[in-house]
């Protein structure tokens, strides 16, 4: 065996050292690794393009740097710092992703959760939110989101989710409608029936043309059954065409059949009044 006097590593007979390519010192012979090679490469060079977007991109997230690197490589663990956040980022960074899960769970679009948290925002911004749930505030904010919308959804169909007191969350929902909406140039718009009906006849199984009869009726009452829970009304209007049970449309509209009844009669009365004003 020969002693290599180069990297003084013992080696075979006859070595034949070589670069294989991968920054290793080999002998061809007998297979040892020599030495490491290292590869020397140049500074990568920039455009101006490239120089004007790394100085006018992001470099941290919308709410300010949040990851610490220590220096010590014992320590070199990323740290999450809560005391670079401020309040206000800290209520933010845990509502954005319940809007998201809320969307995720009732299968409401990315428009509608777009408007609640530019309210939710306000309403933060306004001090709205002080001494009151986060969770409350996204109840309210993707109702309003909805109503302002016109996306069919009830305030009960939320609060399903939660276990909220529906009178106090409409006492506040009152209080942002008349401080927050104008402020962000909204406007609260009143129920939709023939949006419910689309959504409760498609639920139901209804055809095109049954629900488009249903629509018709609803545009009949006009504003008569104001006030009225609009799942009662879909529910006695989807009656009123035929074809479907009470129990199949009560349980598709979630009310009971007695309020499908009840609501059947009362519309029943207002187009029989409609009618005989028109012979008179």
């Not at 003084?8 to 034949?16: G, N």
């Not at 007998?30 to 992001?58: M, W, Y």
């Not at 545009?219 to 049970?245: E, N, S, W």
């Not at 598709?252 to 409609?274: F, H, P, Q, W």
Request: net charge positive; hydrophobic share 40%.
């Amino acid at each position: 065996m020969a002693k290599d006097k180069d990297d003084d590593v013992l080696c075979c007979d006859h070595p034949a050292h070589a670069d294989n390519g991968r920054g290793e010192i080999v002998c061809r012979n007998c297979g040892l690794v020599i030495n490491i090679a290292f590869v020397n490469q140049k500074p990568r060079t920039f455009t101006d393009g490239d120089s004007k977007k790394n100085q006018n991109e992001r470099r941290s997230s919308p709410y300010g740097c949040r990851t610490v690197i220590p220096v010590l490589r014992q320590s070199a663990k990323l740290q999450r710092t809560n005391s670079v956040l401020t309040a206000e980022e800290k209520n933010l960074s845990v509502a954005l992703p319940k809007f998201k899960a809320m969307s995720e769970r009732l299968g409401i679009p990315d428009h509608i959760i777009s408007t609640a948290w530019k309210i939710y925002r306000e309403c933060q911004r306004r001090k709205f939110l002080v001494g009151r749930s986060i969770e409350e505030f996204i109840v309210i904010s993707v109702y309003l989101g909805s109503r302002v919308s016109g996306f069919p959804l009830l305030l009960s169909d939320i609060l399903g989710e939660f276990d909220f007191d529906a009178k106090g969350i409409n006492r506040i929902a009152m209080n942002v409608i008349r401080n927050i909406l104008p402020l962000v140039n909204m406007k609260f718009k009143p129920i939709n029936i023939a949006e419910f009906l689309k959504r409760f006849g498609m639920k139901i199984g209804l055809q095109p043309m049954e629900i488009k009869r249903a629509v018709q009726i609803s545009t009949l009452l006009d504003k008569k059954m104001l006030g009225k829970d609009p799942k009662g009304v879909c529910a006695a209007i989807i009656y009123l065409i035929g074809g479907r049970t009470q129990t199949e449309i009560a349980k598709g509209c979630g009310v009971t059949e007695v309020t499908l009844r009840t609501r059947a009669s009362e519309i029943k009365g207002i187009i029989a009044k409609m009618k005989g004003e028109k012979h008179a």
